[in-house]
């Protein structure tokens, strides 16, 4: 058989050129084997092995196979013989003998061009398998999508694929993905894309056919408490409690009330915003199923530019989830997770301090980062607690390592994405978030704005307390909070009253 | 001593009983949100006294049925304007003496010449800015605002705003919400929002004198956040404005009428004395004494007045003088006020450089007594004002200057030799010509 191969092949080389095509798809062919078995078995893990493999060695393979017919037919015009005298010419006449269907050499091209079609299907298959792979995605662009990459994998969605939200399903999904792709490999290549990517994202699958596969809109959530802890800069970094209550679900299923009223069936609510970037809101209104609708206008802007907008909007998940992936944090955030988790000792004084003015500055790059943040926080020891610094040298050494991988997950210099580079709008610290709409500026024909009352999304069992649940401890008539204690306790209970009160019925 | 107490108890008093009429259902409402929206007015109002004994949003902001800018807000009938009357539900002997004291008037401007040249010069938007954020704007309504108050008046904490309620002034003028401190309000920055500047530069002039001088050196021994502030026994390293205008002495209580120890006005073109002027200096000398022998302020008050009388006499009376006499036979060029050149002079003759001269006399301050006052004075007088009147070429007019050169002898010097002058100040001579103003209280 290898006999017969390279005789085979020695026969369609007829010149350089067929050479050149014939040593190109043999050595693609057989490397492709090669690093493919390694890569299954294990071997090798790098991704980018497996971009050369899926990317390269097919290309290579390919471009080989038409070297073939390309270099005979030069032959053929170069010598002026025909096909069939070129035949005998180049192989043994055993080989070329019977009429030309029924010669050796016809089957011979016959079952190589059927490995060749197999090979090739099976290798595009899973050429696009591991295209949709979101090693792919994250490291195939790699200083582009680095970030991204680096903010997808410490998300609560770093086991779903990149594909399913970004490119979806169908064969027109596939193709509108490659095509882009295919602009996105023209503007890497020359240069032509902003740093940082703009957000938001237009040409994201809608979220009924990508969110909605697990998040499905009739799931009823009900109450949901939440925990934020928020440690102080004193010496201490003393914990301060804000405990929610948020009403994401209440009153019945069928007319839903709560923060995903938004989504509930019956109501549709559609926004323009200012240069479509869904910041800055130029009218929300709201539409329910008779056509009937009620729009509030912010006051806010004035001039005519400022109504201006390509097109409007009909909300839906990712108008206020628009970080449920790559969550880029804010610096204080980060801290306090890191210090909730017990990744940095609260028990070394003024280490919230410290840190923060550790990650704050953007520096040049991220050796000179990692390199400064020690420095930053080696040196704040040093010169303000040289006793603390030696005492807690180990505690003060694991902390620099915790906010080195703090800012190499936030802060991304080659693509300028800094601190709050892409802000989140769930919730609204420190962002727009609800009040985008939620606030005393977006107002209807009556002159009626959108309400932005506290205890209308969230009931208050804690506001920076010294507990977690504060209000809901018994009043203390003498205390200066008594008033707003008293307040939230009642609208605490009245609220959780109504909630179990609906799930009964 | 007792008084303070007693009223210090009627307070407290008062300050629960308005605590209690609160529901605590909305105000616990208002708190929640802002300290969310807006969490330094809810910090500052948190850790102030009436954040400490539960005087909460509505007690000051909370309106009823019919006031002229009250507007629902969140299911609560309130106000913007916090009024010296809704401060006097808690404070009522500070409110009456504010109400009764010169700041209450300082919103009367509109017919002054300040203000006429605010806005013929200059115009309505820096009358807004420039003189109604310290005298206090007539508060307008306007139905279409939110809060019901017009944007050419809201926001205004001027000293004597004219509010919607009839009362005059704004408590936090001094008393910067939401924390309404005493420190702050007992310090002289909390006056400089207003008094400096080159018409009244009582800031600078405090600053260069001995007692801003010591104040500066030692603000931390001010004892500024005592309850109690009596000079001499809770405080006596320096004084600041307050201590002298308005705070107790072991003698008087504190009052929030700032006129009560001013003897002279420093503030018209020619210094006049105020009504019961003796109580008022005497009052003034008390706290003088309280630091330093009586010879000392008596002394002070020697020196000063016959520096307010020597302005009078020589320089601004001649040249209002003048200036009505041009006015009288209608020599000015153009008709309107400030639209001449002598018209401008005489104005900064009086209203700049002599406040800051008779400014710095009364606070000790040399450099403004002197050279950023009465050579000012001069200066202008002899060469500008002067020159001015003798350009519209009227006999009555030159013959009154000449005249005022030659017999006045503050004025003669200007005709006599510079070897004689100086012999004449060696020898005493020229002295002797300002002993009148020595004479008398």
């Known amino acids: ?505 | 001593m007792k008084k303070i107490f007693i009223l210090s108890a009627l307070l407290c008093l008062l300050v629960f009983g308005a605590g209690q009429a609160v529901d605590p259902e909305v105000a616990g409402k208002c708190m929640t949100c802002h300290k969310e929206k807006s969490p330094g007015l809810y910090k500052q109002w948190y850790t102030s006294a009436h954040g400490i004994h539960k005087v909460v949003c509505l007690d000051c902001h909370g309106a009823k049925q019919g006031e002229p800018d009250a507007y629902m807000h969140e299911g609560a009938l309130i106000a913007t304007l916090v009024t010296p009357k809704d401060c006097g539900k808690c404070h009522k002997k500070e409110m009456e003496e504010v109400d009764n004291s010169y700041h209450a008037t300082a919103g009367l401007i509109l017919e002054s010449n300040d203000a006429y040249l605010a806005h013929v010069a200059a115009g309505h938007p820096i009358a807004i800015l420039g003189c109604e954020s310290c005298h206090g704007a007539k508060m307008e309504i306007d139905k279409d605002e939110y809060n019901k108050l017009s944007k050419e008046c809201w926001p205004n904490s001027g000293i004597g705003r004219l509010n919607p309620d009839g009362s005059k002034g704004s408590c936090n003028a001094c008393h910067t919400r939401h924390g309404f401190s005493k420190a702050q309000a007992r310090q002289p920055e909390a006056c400089s929002k207003c008094h400096l500047g080159p018409d009244h530069p009582q800031k600078e002039v405090y600053e260069e004198s001995k007692h801003g001088n010591t104040y500066y050196t030692n603000v931390d021994k001010m004892n500024l956040e005592s309850d109690r502030w009596v000079v001499g026994e809770d405080y006596y390293v320096a004084p600041t404005c307050a201590t002298c205008h308005m705070s107790a002495t072991t003698n008087q209580p504190l009052t929030h009428d700032v006129g009560m120890r001013i003897s002279w006005t420093l503030r018209p073109p020619i210094s006049i004395k105020k009504d019961n002027w003796q109580t008022k200096r005497k009052n003034m000398k008390d706290v003088c004494k309280s630091c330093h022998g009586s010879t000392f302020a008596d002394g002070h008050y020697y020196q000063f007045d016959a520096s307010v009388r020597l302005y009078n006499d020589k320089f601004v009376r001649p040249a209002e003088k003048i200036l009505a006499m041009v006015h009288e036979k209608d020599l000015t060029e153009y008709p309107a006020n400030f639209a001449n050149e002598i018209e401008w002079v005489y104005w900064e003759l009086w209203h700049h450089e002599g406040r800051r001269a008779r400014h710095g006399a009364s606070m000790m301050g040399p450099d403004y007594t002197w050279w950023h006052g009465m050579y000012e004075v001069a200066k202008h007088f002899y060469f500008k004002m002067l020159p001015e009147a003798r350009k519209v070429e009227d006999a009555e007019i030159n013959a009154y200057i000449d005249s005022l050169i030659a017999n006045d002898p503050m004025h003669s010097w200007l005709t006599s030799e510079t070897g004689e002058l100086q012999e004449r100040i060696r020898s005493g001579e020229m002295q002797k010509i300002y002993e009148n103003y020595f004479q008398g209280e």
């Not at chain 1, 393979?61 to 180049?90: C, D, H, N, Y």
């Not at chain 1, 079609?117 to 999508?145: K, Q």
């Not at chain 1, 204690?485 to 019925?505: G, I, P, V, W």
């Open chain 1, 1 to 505: 058989m290898f006999k017969k191969y390279i005789s085979f092949i020695r026969g369609v080389s007829v010149n350089k050129l067929g050479l050149t095509g014939v040593v190109l798809t043999t050595s693609a062919f057989v490397t492709f084997i090669i690093l493919e078995l390694t890569r299954v078995l294990g071997f090798i893990t790098n991704a980018y092995v497996g971009l050369v493999n899926y990317m390269l060695f097919p290309a290579l393979f390919v471009i080989g196979l038409i070297m073939i017919p390309i270099a005979w037919r030069k032959r053929k015009r170069e010598t002026g013989k025909s096909t069939e005298q070129l035949l005998q010419e180049q192989f043994e006449k055993r080989e070329t003998e019977g009429s030309f269907l029924g010669s050796r050499i016809f089957r011979t091209i016959a079952i190589f061009t059927l490995i060749n079609i197999l090979f090739l299907s099976v290798l595009s298959s899973r050429m696009l398998h591991f295209m949709d792979e979101p090693h792919f995605c994250g490291t195939a662009c790699h200083t582009v999508m680095n970030p991204e990459w680096v903010t997808y994998q410490a998300s609560p969605h770093a086991r779903v694929k990149c594909v399913e939200c970004h490119v979806g399903e169908g064969v027109d999904a596939l193709v509108n993905a490659k095509l882009n792709g295919l602009w996105q490999i023209i503007s890497l290549t020359f240069n032509l894309y902003e740093q940082p990517i703009p957000t938001p994202v237009y040409q994201l699958r809608p979220a009924r056919e990508t969110c909605e596969k697990c998040h499905w809109p009739d799931k009823f959530y009900g109450q949901r408490i939440k925990r934020i802890v928020d440690y102080e800069y004193d010496s201490l970094s003393t914990p301060r409690y804000t405990t929610l209550s948020l009403k994401i679900d209440v009153g019945e299923a069928d007319v839903r009330r709560g923060i995903h009223w938004h989504i509930a069936e019956e109501n549709e609510i559609r926004y323009a915003s200012l240069e479509d970037e869904r910041e800055e809101m130029i009218w929300v209104d709201v539409r329910q199923p008779d056509g009937s609708f009620k729009r509030y206008k912010n006051t806010e802007l004035v001039s005519e530019h400022e109504s201006e907008f390509e097109d409007f909007r009909i909300l839906d998940c990712v108008d206020c989830h628009n970080r449920a992936t790559h969550i880029y944090e804010q610096p204080e955030k980060a801290l306090n997770e890191r210090i909730r988790k017990g990744l940095i000792d609260r028990s070394v004084p003024f280490i919230k301090k410290a840190a923060l003015g550790a990650i704050l500055p953007i520096y040049n790059d991220t050796a000179s980062a990692r390199e400064q943040i020690a420095n930053h926080v080696r040196g704040f020891y040093q010169r303000e607690y040289p006793g603390i610094f030696r005492q807690k040298f180990a505690e003060i050494d694991s902390t620099i390592a915790v906010l080195q991988s703090i800012y190499a997950r936030n802060i991304h210099p080659y693509m300028n994405i800094r601190w709050n580079s892409y802000p989140g709008h769930i919730g609204h610290r420190g962002t727009g978030g609800c009040f985008r709409c939620h606030n005393p500026n977006m107002i209807d024909e009556e002159g009626e704005s959108i309400p932005d009352d506290c205890t209308m999304c969230h009931s208050i069992a804690a506001y920076g307390g010294n507990t977690p649940y504060q209000y809901l401890e018994p009043v203390d008539t003498s205390s200066q909070d008594y008033i707003i204690h008293q307040y939230l306790k009642n609208e605490f209970l009245e609220s959780a009253a109504e909630a179990k009160n609906n799930q009964e019925q």
